[in-house]
């Protein structure tokens, strides 16, 4: 890693080329590297806090004077206890992880002697902007390595004093190793975005991790591709045979276990039948909880008549905007989906299954979410596998649930061991992103002089074969 | 399908719309729908050969006043034999591929009772803009509905006639099936396409086909992903221990099969050390084919000692722009890859793998193609497998090739049953484009109301299970 001085152009024309030969480092020396960094993180443990605590007395200052908050103020601190072992633990991890690299997916014999095979490589250059988390920079610099790409970094200037000193430690350690130096660069002032934004012709991927305003910002000031998302509107659907207990857990978990997470759910759909039998408990837990909620006519009424008069002055009256809106807070806008006469409901026998009536609201919710959404992560509550199985085939979002909480949508709780972020666009990576997000593949083809006019449908052409074997 | 009149804003609203219903359409439903167009545009030939002609009779006054090459003229024709019932053909190729939608890569038991599935589905709504080719209005409809996708077309004026009436004919046809009409939509006029390009909120993708002028353009004015590839600046390298007959083949097939395609090769690459045993061989052969080639001073210096006088004319000098020119045409940029005494040499034992000199003379014919190419596709010409896999690691292209013609570079010969395009994108698809560039993926997580606040690491925590589940 370096800290780069140099232009952004230069920079960006240096991570290409050291990106070219990252991609051909076997996997043993790219662990290695990781090794090498892990390491010499450990061992200048004291000097990289020192750098932190100079960050950190500026941020104080700031919040004092109330420029800063609290929240980035508490991530800007690397010595809260465990934070600096899970930075180093961070990248043992990433070096456990199965290579993405070389991965064939696809072989075929496209006639004898002529094999054409499909093999995971590396994107190239990365540039990932990032907010003042110093122990991201170690975090990324491992996941770039470990994938084969270069990186350009750019992270919060709160973080500027803690980034310097890793990027520093980082350098030093990586120069023993196969990987070189340009391929991890470290960029300092703000300034420089804009032009790395327009190098489009060295740049193959822009992830800015971060809040909404950032990423917008980055997509519309680029043609580079850009992975991650501006919004997580996540939304639970309570369907009218949704069980109670399983709605509470669900909605208390998605709204309140980390509010301001893009996975925590900011609207709750109702169907009309279970406002007076669902929905009460679900508001008790959530008021209990300290979360405002805005509701639509209907369902304010059912809860009016539910609540206790001390509960129900939390419950206000919901504008349209809220259900547009991605709270990141103790607010949760609720709006009741119409019932409508089941056609079986006068012989039902306790069949779960979808009914027609049933399929105009189920309808009318996935409509909602499909508008109203962010394309990120949705729930529905409900017995019936064909409600859930319609709601998560016709929802169009990167997660679609059932009957858990839209806070499992992560890298971690997926299993992929480590994320880069999350992903509402529609090509390349939906959802948590791993490593697999940062590679793509290429085609080889091993032939023996074959030609293309050889083949063909008329006399005397030959024929291809086509034949698939196992990658 | 329909011939929208509407506004660029309404048919991408009225398309994304569309998209939600065909998502959810099993295969059989989208298979019909093409039974169907294939029906009516077998029943209706007439009328729409009539309307071709049409076109024909402008598109051939413009071309005799000079105002269309007779390149357009002739891709225009539909009539011309076999083309119109390829188009057919074409159709039921697309019904009888596999089903791209429901497949499931990925299976995780995170936790008993928590299921995760990864499943693909489609993109959602495609804009795609293609030449005056009537045929390619049915490939294209036929492509997008089996992959679930809405599409909005945009079609080279000069087939305008021929458009309207495949549009009719296949909207009319469609009418009696599950796909919505507003599923694929034709737009007419040109001015169109700037204000579809601003309406990133509705549509998810932008294939461009055709001229890279069109490709650039599209790129420069949208935020919408592009799929494509504006240029195609394919090289050969003949290495030292490249055979001659081989070289001979390949080359003459990469430069001359089809000159205009994006696949073509428009640049030789030639080891020193076989200026005068392999490189002749493969001159006198373009040379036959009508191939000028431009030449730098040691390649041209050999080819002058080389060839007979006659032929010798054929060969010019060339300029730095010529390494970087897509020519598209029988012309072909020559350039000398600089030798070096191989640290084996003296020991040779007739083992072709790699040596410390071939290895610098290599590395050079990678760069230049790294440089210089569009990463489209890239041949190397070589005995020497050690060799062969390193260019095809190192070099950054979609197709990296040994011993084989760049024209293989087609979904069709690549077994895909049909192609999209050729994407030379560093992210989602790259090369040969077939259905399954079409769609993206979702996560679909089955549970029984578990929370995210009950797993972790802590006393009285749930553990992950993280177990791999086959798809």
Redesign the interface.
């Known amino acids: 890693m370096s800290l780069t001085e140099s232009t952004p152009e230069a920079a960006a024309r240096a991570a290409s080329i050291a990106a ?1 030969t990252l ?2 480092l076997p996997v043993s020396d790219r662990n290695e590297a990781l090794t090498a960094m892990h390491d010499a993180l450990l061992a200048n443990k004291q000097a990289i806090l020192a750098a932190n605590a100079r960050d950190m007395t500026l941020a104080t200052q700031a919040s004092q004077s109330g420029h800063l908050s609290q929240s980035v103020l508490k991530r800007l601190d690397l010595s809260r206890p465990g934070k600096y072992d899970d930075m180093l633990s961070g990248i043992l991890d990433v070096r456990r992880l199965d290579d993405p690299i070389g991965k064939i997916d696809l072989r ?1 014999r ?1 006639d004898d002697g ?1 094999e ?1 095979e499909r093999v995971s490589c590396p ?2 250059v990365l540039l990932i902007i990032f907010e003042a988390r110093p122990e991201v920079i170690a975090n990324i610099a491992a996941l770039a390595i470990k994938s084969g790409n270069a990186a350009i970094l750019k992270g919060g200037k709160e973080s500027s004093n803690s980034f310097e000193t890793i990027a520093t430690v980082i350098g030093t350690a990586l120069e023993a190793t196969k990987v070189p130096n340009a391929a991890v660069q470290l960029v300092k002032t703000r300034d420089v975005i804009d032009q790395l934004l327009g190098l489009d012709r060295y740049i ?2 822009v992830i800015p991790r971060g809040g909404n305003e950032l990423v917008r910002y980055v ?2 000031h680029t ?1 580079i ?1 850009v ?1 991650g998302h501006a919004d997580g509107l996540c939304s639970v659907y309570l369907h009218r045979d949704a ?1 109670r ?2 709605a509470v ?2 909605v ?2 998605a709204k309140c ?1 980390y509010p301001a997470a893009c996975n925590a759910a900011e609207t709750l759909l109702v169907h009309e039948d279970v406002l007076r039998t669902v929905l009460p408990a679900v508001a008790e837990a959530l008021l209990a909880k300290g979360v405002s909620l805005r509701c639509d006519e209907k369902s304010k009424a059912a809860l009016k008549e539910s609540l206790a008069p001390s509960s129900a002055v939390l419950v206000q009256d919901a504008t349209e905007e809220d259900f547009n809106t991605e709270f990141l807070d103790l607010v949760m806008a609720v709006k009741t989906v119409p019932g409508y006469p089941s056609a079986s409901q006068s012989t039902t026998n306790g069949d779960s299954g979808s009914v027609s009536g049933d399929d105009t609201s189920l309808e009318l919710a ?1 409509a909602h979410i ?1 508008t109203h959404g962010s394309k990120h992560t949705d729930c529905i509550v409900t017995a019936s596998s064909a409600a ?1 199985e ?1 709601f ?3 929802v ?10 839209t ?4 890298g971690m ?3 992929f061991g480590t994320e880069v972020g999350i992903s509402t ?4 990576s ?3 992103v791993g490593l697999e997000g940062l590679t ?14 050889e ?1 063909g449908e008329g006399k005397g052409k030959r024929r ?1 074969k ?1 034949e698939k074997l196992a990658p």
Request: net charge positive.
């Open positions: 070219r991609a051909v075929t496209l002529l054409l994107i190239g193959d991927l997509k519309d043609k591709p992975l069980d207990d399983v857990k669900v208390v978990d276990d996935i499909n859930a319609k998560m085939s016709a169009d979002s990167a997660g679609v649930y059932w009957n858990a909480s806070r499992f949508a992560d709780r997926y299993g666009n529609k090509i390349h939906r959802g948590p793509i593949y290429k085609y080889k083809l091993r032939g023996h002089g074959q030609t293309a006019a083949y291809y086509h």
